[in-house]
């Protein structure tokens, strides 16, 4: 039973990427005010597997100075970083529930940067190798305030555990008395996940298209792919900390639906970051805040305990 439900969450992650797709064109046509994608199908409904169709049957690219199995490994490496991180969706039967979730996260999360970076240099084009190095530095950079800002609110909850997260937040979200931490948290997500206005590994303005220029057809979609299962992870993560983590709820859904969507709306409003800003916001920032907001749970949750250790004498 735990081989057939990770293969059906997994199946149903791989169909969400593809109808997110959609949805991200239909709301960046609205916001360009122009049509989206609506011509095959009803509504466009099966515009995802007609770009899928066309992607993986497309002609294979063979590039002559590149490392020829690497380059072909490295997209199937990330597909499967990005879909790995799944098996912590928390479920209470017939699925692994992890007691050490968040260490988790953090070991597959921190691995998804080797695969731009074996996609950069096996690609043997200054382009791509710009990319992977960029990419090098904003990951490195951005995981330390996202680690630092979960940690907080994992140490509120006592465990590691993710399950814990729909308990605590039964009568109060944790976005009401942290508003500041969770508009850091979702920055640091654009970052990590390489959304604009962060996208500075794939920049088409000044890099003709990044760590992934040299890829096409079925290898462009496996990365394709891999972004987006890790963009709808971190909306998950998201509604699990700060917006009631009641995954069990039809609620739950909506609400990655909307960190989707803000991801999106984000796309479509603010133009690139300059990227010595990328490094100061990071470091004199984000980093800082994170660290005081740290201090501040443990001063709070020291008051609390002392206040019940009182009460009970």
């Given at each position: ?87 912590i969706f928390p479920f209470y039967i017939n ?219």
């Open positions: 039973m735990y081989l057939i439900t990770g293969l059906i969450l997994l199946l149903l992650v791989l169909v969400s990427v593809g109808f997110f797709t959609l949805l991200e064109r239909k709301i960046m046509g609205y916001c360009h005010n122009r049509k989206g994608p609506n011509k095959v199908g009803y509504f466009g409904i099966f515009q995802p597997f007609s770009d899928g169709a066309k992607l993986f049957l497309k002609e294979q690219i063979f590039p002559m100075n590149s490392n020829f199995l690497v380059y072909y490994i490295c997209p199937v490496f990330g597909l499967i970083q990005s879909l790995f991180i799944w098996v699925c692994v529930e992890f007691n050490y979730a968040f260490l988790f996260f953090l070991c597959c999360s921190s691995i998804s940067v080797y695969g731009l970076i074996i996609c950069g240099w096996s690609s043997n084009s200054m382009y791509a190798l710009l990319g992977c190095i960029r990419s090098v530095s904003q990951a490195i950079s951005y995981e330390v305030s996202l680690s630092l800002i979960i940690l907080c609110y994992f140490f509120m909850c006592d465990s590691y555990s993710l399950l814990n997260f729909n308990f605590v937040q039964n009568l109060s979200w944790f976005i009401f008395f942290s508003i500041p931490m969770f508009m850091c948290w979702l920055s640091c997500c654009l970052a990590e996940t390489n959304r604009t206005p962060f996208d500075f590994s794939e920049g088409e303005s000044e890099l003709v298209s990044g760590f992934n220029i040299e890829y096409g057809s079925g290898g462009f979609a496996l990365l394709f792919i891999a972004e987006y299962a890790s963009i709808i992870f971190i909306s998950m993560i998201s509604c699990l900390i700060f917006l009631g983590g009641n995954f069990n709820s039809f609620s739950f859904f909506l609400k990655i639906m909307f960190i989707c969507f803000f991801f999106v709306w984000i796309r479509c409003t603010l133009p690139r970051y300059r990227y010595d800003k990328l490094m100061y916001l990071a470091w004199k920032c984000y980093l800082p805040m994170s660290l005081n907001y740290i201090l501040l749970f443990v001063l709070f949750k020291f008051i609390v305990f002392y206040h019940f250790f009182l009460l009970s004498y």
